[in-house]
């Protein structure tokens, strides 16, 4: 059976992408479990922001890595680490939440990651940008509460499968709320306060930016 270090030589030598996606797929449980011990507390692949941020430190340690530094796992244990800790200087008050802040962002930019998880992003935030939403603000205004945000997270599956609202999502850059709460008899209070939430969750969906998905479910969970 083939080990992880040759799985890691075979994906450098052969720049096998689908086979580096499911390295850190298969490894989601490890990097919830260094992150959680980085934190001293229990960290949430769906709802948690250091999540990402030690997703991208294992993908930048399968980058650097190289034969002969011995077991791959202390090392990318090493990256996490030093990773989360740039993170928590950078965000000493920053809370749970599913949404891109900048300091991932800056962390795309700025390390060798998976180039598909670098276009959906980049095409993320200039998508947003264009309902004047940033980054920052959608952090900051996103649902704190695991039911709202799997409530939020529906409404804007359901309105993105629907051309009409998409048709004047994507043409007046705003969301016709008085509209979807008729069709769908939904919470104007919740679709008002979270809009900008739902519009992002309806970009990612209507752009169809699969590695996007995977931050907004946890594992074994689905979006469409």
Do not use: W
């Amino acid at each position: 059976m083939e080990t992880l270090e040759q799985k890691l030589l075979h994906i450098k030598e052969t720049d096998d992408k689908a086979l580096r996606n499911q390295v850190i797929t298969d490894y989601q449980p490890f990097i919830l479990s260094e992150i959680s011990k980085k934190l001293g507390r229990y960290v949430r692949s769906e709802t948690d922001e250091a999540f990402i941020v030690g997703m991208l430190a294992f993908d930048e340690a399968i980058t650097r890595y190289e034969e002969g530094r011995g077991k791959f796992l202390s090392f990318a244990s090493l990256v996490i680490s030093s990773r989360i800790l740039d993170y928590i200087k950078k965000n000493k008050s920053y809370n749970n939440t599913v949404v891109l802040d900048e300091t991932i962002i800056d962390n795309v930019v700025d390390n060798s990651v998976d180039e598909h998880l670098k276009d959906d992003m980049t095409i993320f935030v200039e998508m947003l940008a264009k309902f004047k939403i940033d980054v920052e603000t959608l952090a900051d205004t996103s649902p704190k509460h695991e039911d709202t945000r799997k409530e939020t997270t529906k409404l804007g599956i359901t309105f993105s499968q629907d051309q009409p609202v998409v048709e004047f999502l994507y043409s007046k850059f705003r969301l016709p709320i008085t509209k979807v709460v008729k069709r769908y008899r939904c919470s104007k209070k919740t679709v008002e306060r979270f809009k900008q939430y739902i519009i992002a969750v309806m970009v990612i969906m209507i752009e169809e930016l699969d590695t996007m998905k995977n931050f907004l479910v946890g594992k074994g969970q689905s979006l469409e």
